[in-house]
């Protein structure tokens, strides 16, 4: 049971703490709040810096951000952030505990200001808001 809820919270942490990583680069890592940032990248700090400051390692999880903000669309980096991610927690069951209380209650959508879209599932296709979008999907 217990490695089963680290692997559903991974499954919200990872896309929070890359969409930061990718907004941000290795920066991520410091503790700014920018106005500019949404909800979902906003979460993603706020988890990487609660993550990092009780994980064993944080230099393991640092360079994984590292390695994921010099190529945020490399899968392997990404894994190999989830992977620190999970490691941190599993060492720690306190911690999975503070991170769940973070994290927005499953199956609830959670959208991050005016005029943002919120999606509880998933989506196949292009979800956009704003004047002017212009949305490109490569297949």
């Known amino acids: ?23 941000y680069g290795a920066a991520v890592l410091r503790p700014v709040e920018d106005e500019a940032a949404g909800a979902t990248v906003r979460l993603g ?12 390692d944080p230099a393991a999880i640092d360079g994984a951000v590292t390695d ?11 894994a190999a952030l989830r992977l620190q ?16 209380a973070l994290l927005p209650a499953a ?6 200001g005016a005029r943002s879209v ?3 599932g998933s989506v196949s296709g292009i979800v956009s808001t704003g ?8 297949q």
């Open 131 to 138: 004047d002017g979008a212009m949305n490109i999907q490569r």
């Open 107 to 112: 199956g609830h959508a959670q959208s991050g």
């Open 1 to 23: 049971m217990y490695v089963s809820n680290i692997e559903v919270m991974l499954g919200q942490i990872v896309p929070a703490a890359g969409a930061a990583v990718a907004v």
């Open 118 to 120: 919120a999606v509880s």
């Open 85 to 100: 991610i999970r490691r941190a927690l599993a060492a720690d069951p306190s911690l999975v505990h503070e991170i769940a």
């Open 45 to 56: 700090q706020r988890l990487l810096a609660h993550i990092r400051g009780r994980a064993a």
């Open 68 to 78: 994921l903000a010099t190529d945020p669309d490399d899968p392997d980096a990404l």
